[in-house]
Antibody
Framework: EVQLLESGGGLVQPGGSLRLSCAASGFTFSSYAMSWVRQAPGKGLEWVSAISGSGGSTYYADSVKGRFTISRDNSKNTLYLQMNSLRAEDTAVYYC????????????????????WGQGTMVTVSS | SYVLTQPPSVSVAPGKTARITCGGNNIGSKSVHWYQQKPGQAPVLVIYYDSDRPSGIPERFSGSNSGNTATLTISRVEAGDEADYYCQVWDSSSDRVVFGGGTKLTVL
């Protein structure tokens, strides 16, 4: 069974740091891109970051670029999100998601859909 | 940056057809994915690449995409379909994922 299990959430003060982890099982982890998506309380989904299967390519939303770092350890089947300089507006449930098959055409590559999601981990930034 | 626009809410009677739209500039040239999210649960992929259904998703769910509008259609709506629905694309011009604001489907 394909599973994603997030951990590492909690309460942190503004300006602080936190590292989220996402343990994957049931599929060949290194063959798939992975992503983080967050959802503030009562709000919609917001994409945060994505990383290719090899880890060689990373993508970030403007709202977190320069503060968050996505990475992966394919030997441990684990995805990470290092979050620094946290702000109140970063308060949200953070989901990791497996990215399905993408495609490339005309030299441009397209990320696939988020076909498997974890249950999420809550991050609260407050003093 | 690319923007996706969804109606905040759609209401439908049981057994009828619900259509949830997702508007974007020339969205027909992009691949659209749709997610269902019930309260307190993680999102679930219901349609990918405009009109493909993952295994386990009922045939009542279908999708289309043309021009400036993509549409998620739910036929023979059931009470269990009540949820928030989000459209999503990959904006290759900026290498960013974009989500629509979400539509709350209410089954009357």
């Amino acid at each position: 069974e394909v599973q994603l299990l997030e951990s590492g959430g909690g309460l942190v003060q503004p300006g602080g740091s936190l590292r989220l982890s996402c343990a994957a099982s049931g599929f060949t982890f290194s063959s798939y891109a992975m992503s983080w998506v967050r959802q503030a309380p009562g709000k919609g989904l917001e994409w945060v970051s994505a990383i290719s299967g090899s880890g060689g390519s990373t993508y970030y939303a403007d709202s977190v670029k320069g503060r968050f770092t996505i990475s992966r350890d394919n030997s441990k089947n684990t995805l990470y999100l290092q979050m620094n300089s946290l702000r109140a507006e970063d308060t949200a449930v953070y989901y990791c998601a497996k990215v399905g098959a993408g495609y490339c055409t005309g030299g441009v590559c397209h990320l696939g859909a988020f076909d498997i999601w974890g249950q999420g981990t809550m991050v609260t930034v407050s003093s | 940056s690319y923007v996706l626009t969804q109606p905040p809410s759609v209401s439908v009677a049981p057994g009828k057809t619900a259509r949830i739209t997702c508007g974007g500039n020339n969205i027909g040239s992009k691949s659209v994915h749709w997610y269902q999210q019930k309260p307190g649960q993680a999102p679930v992929l219901v349609i990918y690449y405009d009109s493909d259904r993952p295994s386990g998703i009922p045939e009542r769910f279908s999708g289309s995409n043309s021009g400036n509008t993509a549409t998620l259609t739910i036929s023979r709506v059931e009470a269990g379909d009540e949820a928030d629905y989000y459209c999503q694309v990959w904006d290759s011009s900026s290498d960013r994922v974009v989500f629509g604001g979400g539509t709350k489907l209410t089954v009357l």
